[in-house]
């Protein structure tokens, strides 16, 4: 029911256009105040603190359209920030992203590098010095680290800037809680990648048929297709457990999606061809975004070597014990 | 037709399987000897009559046939949930195999009565063992073209013709056949029926094929005149390809088809936390860990659309293209990861478990369809073709 009433709006404020339009430097105000208006920002919030009181599996939904649209704001983070603080009306107004990694430099300053949608953002939540701290993105010394289009930056504060959150049920999965939002758009995005190649394949003609017809591009679309499955799935399962997601289940989520993000972006982009790559054409919103979040929060190569180290170090002597306590929870 | 995507959904195994793991997991503990790793990493294919009936007098073998036939009518999650522990440590279920997997499935949903009543008892003890005869000799990935044939005599059926690549055929009690018993092979899938034939029948002669590793698990069926009662067909004469097609989806929807190289993955991962080596490998164990956690999420998803009465027929074909590609992935990247450091060799033991998942993981990628006949499957589901 979220999944509904949030695409409604997205149809009508987050679409093409509107996407490249912020992107160039536009405001994002219509579409932050239609999602805010509609109370979408509070959905995880328990009822009592006026929130919708959404399950994990429902925010999986909302999060997946989030990437399926390329939303150019942090709006899983901001939804998610509710469960960071025991206060959540207390929180600014506006949306809140989330720093990847927040450092304390030799000069005593506030660093974070790379931070998504810093552009489109008001507020970053980051972990320093084991605080969870809130700091505003006007307040910041501000660098660009995006290429065209991009929206990400990276930010620096006097060492006394923020103000800490406490007390918030998911304060401790912070470290992995950017890396599973990012798994569940990353699977948005790519389901999205793959509706437009499915549809140029099958419209765009040579030799005489459309390019679905040959065998070579069918294989590497049911290979896309099976990429696209799998990184659902793992996100999927990771959002699934309707409690708190787990370290593992995050592991695995944010590793599957972020390797499928590179196959599914060149796989969409060699059916394209050449169309693909411009400016013009819808494709490249979304394949901007598969690089951009496989890197955030940590690639597959991270949290690869985290799961790695939870296999070896496991009491499990069979790999499908462990697998199923990825899933489980508690080890069985 | 991107619903496709849309079947997958995510589902998990209902809390009264925990339990039954349990059981099983000590059922193993108490039932398996210590067993090398190379000749455990054999676990489907490996035949052992014995252990089939132990199995089989536990109540596991045809797990999910009716009771009235001596199967334990559990569910397709409790059979998951056998299978999975089965495989996970190479136990020998070559033998009764084919038959819980397919035969007795099959014979289930499309046999007579007195064919049901005839057969799954025995299946279900463990006791009689069946084989798979679809693919023959130049048929390969297109299985519409077999040529073997059935006519019709006064008494029954008279059969002609070769199978082939048939696991375990030499050690069977029967085989299902798929045959013609009308046009030729130019009418595809029309004409085509499938009989149960008793492999010690005269006219039949089963030969084992000798692979590159010494084993002879695939065999080749000759039939010379064989003369077939009336009770052989299966369902209705020119039915074949339909209940062919049933019949691939439970043989392409199994743990079976991620797990061929566990063996030798737990074995490499014994290796690896032997000593401080694992800090060289952590990406790879991980890589590894973060695909089998995601298939085996596919597959439970499977698991509880045939568990739900569906035939998911498409979603199987891109669940086992995903998982072949895994279980190949195994033994390919332990193989360069084991030979990276030439002075400090493993053991014999997980040596030779490399050397026999590595030989034979080609096949992983052709049994039950080929990876190209999958693909296909995957674009036709997706409205290509």
């Not at chain 2, 478990?353 to 080609?362: E, F, G, I, K, R």
């Amino acid at each position: 029911m979220f999944a509904e009433a949030i695409s409604s709006i997205l149809d009508h404020h987050c679409t093409p256009a509107a996407v490249r339009a912020i992107e160039g430097g536009a405001s994002a105000q219509p579409l932050a105040a239609a999602l805010a208006d509609a109370g979408f920002l509070e959905l995880l919030a328990s009822e009592d603190h006026g929130g919708g009181g959404a399950s994990w599996r429902d925010f999986f939904e909302v999060v997946l359209l989030c990437g399926g649209y390329a939303v150019p704001l942090p709006v899983a983070q901001t939804m998610a920030t509710r469960l960071l603080t025991a206060d959540p009306q207390g929180l600014p107004a506006g949306f809140i992203t989330f720093a990847p990694a927040l450092t304390r430099r030799a000069d005593g300053f506030l660093q974070a590098s790379q931070v998504p949608c810093a552009a489109t953002a008001s507020h970053v939540v980051g972990l320093v010095e084991g605080a969870l701290l809130l700091l505003s993105i006007p307040q910041a010394h501000s660098a660009h680290s995006a290429i065209h289009g991009g929206l990400s930056a990276s930010l620096c504060w006097p060492g006394d800037a923020g103000t800490v959150l406490q007390g918030g049920t998911a304060a401790a999965a912070f470290p992995y809680l950017g890396a599973l939002l990012h798994a569940g758009l990353l699977a948005g995005a790519m389901k999205r990648c793959f509706d437009l190649t499915i549809g140029y394949a099958n419209e765009r003609v040579q030799f005489g048929k459309p390019i679905g017809k040959f065998q070579a591009v069918q294989h590497q679309l049911s290979v896309m297709a099976e990429h696209v499955a799998a990184a659902r799935m793992a996100s999927e399962a990771a959002f699934g457990i309707d409690a708190l997601p787990t370290l593992p289940a995050c592991a695995v989520a944010k590793a599957r999606t972020s390797e499928a993000a590179q196959l599914v972006a060149s796989i969409a982009h060699a059916v394209h061809g050449a169309i693909g790559v411009t400016e013009e054409y819808d494709l490249q919103l979304f394949t901007r975004r598969l690089h951009e979040w496989r890197l955030v929060h940590g690639s597959e190569a991270h949290w690869h070597r985290l799961l790695g180290r939870l296999v070896l170090e496991s009491p499990h002597r069979l790999s499908v014990d462990f697998v199923r306590t990825v899933w489980e929870g508690a080890p069985a | 037709m991107a619903d496709l995507l849309d079947n997958l959904q995510l589902a998990s195994l209902p809390p009264h399987t925990e339990a039954f793991r349990r059981e099983v997991k000590h059922f193993l503990a108490q039932e398996l000897p210590p067993t090398p790793a190379d000749v455990r990493s054999r676990s489907w294919l490996a035949f052992d009559a014995e252990f089939s009936r132990k199995l089989g007098a536990r109540g596991w073998v045809g797990v999910t046939l009716p009771k009235q036939y001596g199967g334990a009518e559990l569910d397709a999650f409790s059979r998951f949930v056998l299978v999975e522990e089965l495989l996970a440590v190479g136990a020998p279920v070559g033998a009764h195999w084919i038959a819980d997997r397919q035969s007795g499935p099959l014979i289930l949903k499309f046999g007579s009565d007195a064919q049901k009543a005839r057969y799954l008892p025995g299946i279900c003890r463990g006791e009689i063992f069946f084989c798979i005869g679809m693919s023959e000799p130049n048929s390969g990935s297109d299985l519409a073209s077999v040529a073997s044939r059935a006519v019709r005599t006064d008494k029954g059926w008279r059969l002609n013709g070769r199978k082939i690549w048939t696991t375990n055929g030499h050690k069977c009690d029967y085989t299902i056949a798929l045959v013609r018993t009308s046009g030729s092979p130019a009418d595809r899938h029309a004409g085509l029926s499938q009989f149960v034939v008793d492999l010690k029948l005269p006219g039949v002669t089963v030969r084992p094929i000798v692979d590159l590793t010494g084993d002879a698990h695939f065999s080749e069926m000759f039939f010379d005149d064989v003369e077939l009662d009336p009770e052989a067909l299966i369902g209705n004469e020119g039915d074949g390809w339909k209940q062919v097609n049933a019949e691939l989806a439970f043989e392409r929807s199994g743990p079976e088809r991620l797990y061929s190289s566990i063996v030798l993955l737990d074995a490499w991962l014994g290796w690896l936390r032997e000593s401080a080596r694992f800090e060289q490998q952590l990406e790879t164990v991980g890589r590894f860990a973060a695909h089998l956690a995601t298939l085996r999420q596919l597959s439970v998803a499977i698991t509880a659309k045939l568990a739900a009465g569906e035939s998911p027929v498409v979603e199987a074909a891109l669940v086992k293209d995903l998982g072949t590609e895994f279980e190949q992935a195994v033994p390919a990247i332990i193989e360069a990861a084991i030979g990276a450091d030439p002075a400090d060799p493993p053991g014999e033991e997980l040596v030779r478990t490399l050397a026999y998942v590595s030989h034979m993981a080609p096949t992983f990628s052709l049994r039950g369809g080929t990876r190209e006949i999958l693909r296909g499957m995957i674009a036709r589901g997706l409205g290509l073709r």
